[in-house]
């Protein structure tokens, strides 16, 4: 199993642009989140899933959209991206419920 | 707000010693507990994690203290290791919601050979 995967691993974005952060498991996990995770500031929910179809806003929705058209992927999308989404965002999956979470290796973004 | 706050900000020990991480929080829905470990440019992975109805929780040199009434709750690492130097957060969520977790601000760990 590859686990959870995100991509690109590093992006740099000019304010205004519109991006798609990509992340995918292959562990037939039905739960799955995106953060954002700054300096002093620990990890912040930005919107989570609990299966295909049902997504619901996190702590720090507003800038961001996703879908879940299926079980494996999970888009985190920047509409117009600012410089406050400088950030390291962060995928994970459960399988249910909050036990062992696992988390993507992150995905580095600067907004210029 | 914070809804999980965590202190220190950072924490130094010498090898063989002890490491302690508290967390307090307010929000009595909240009924899981878990800590995680991150490295750096490294997602983070949990580590350890516990119900409120215990008040202890053992795995290894890592354990977790729960005090429910006080609503905080600490990890200790024992005989504290150079590999243990990392980042650690504390989360809660109420487990009912799904997966709506609120992590800590996070503790950096440096342990002295």
């Known amino acids: 199993n590859a686990g959870v995967t995100q991509t690109p691993k590093f992006q740099v974005l000019k304010t205004g642009q519109s991006m798609t952060l990509q992340c995918a498991q292959d562990m037939n996990h039905e739960y799955m989140s995106w953060y954002r995770q700054d300096p002093g500031m620990g990890l912040r929910l930005i919107h989570y899933?609990?299966?295909?179809?049902?997504?619901d806003q996190g702590e720090v929705p507003n800038g961001y959209n996703v879908s879940r058209s299926t079980t494996e992927d999970f888009p985190l999308r920047l509409l117009s991206a600012a410089p406050s989404q400088t950030s390291v965002y962060f995928c994970a999956s459960s399988p249910r419920g909050p036990e062992t979470q696992y988390f993507g290796p992150g995905t580095r973004l600067l907004v210029l | 707000q914070q809804q999980v706050k965590q202190s220190p900000q950072s924490l130094i020990v010498q090898k063989g010693g002890i490491s302690i991480i508290n967390c307090a929080y307010e929000n009595t829905a909240f009924d899981y507990f878990p800590w995680y470990q991150q490295f750096p440019g490294k997602g983070p992975a949990l580590l350890i994690a516990?119900?409120?109805?215990?008040s202890e929780k053992k795995e290894g040199r890592f354990t977790i203290s729960f005090n429910k009434s006080a609503k905080q709750f600490s990890l200790h690492i024992m005989d504290s290791q150079p590999g243990d130097s990392a980042t650690y957060f504390c989360?809660?969520?109420?487990?009912?919601?799904?997966?709506?977790?609120?992590f800590g601000t996070g503790t950096s760990l440096t342990v002295i050979p």
């Open positions: 989360a809660a969520t109420p487990s009912h919601t799904g997966n709506q977790f609120y």
């Open positions: 899933s609990v299966g295909a179809g049902i997504t």
């Open positions: 516990i119900r409120p109805d215990v």
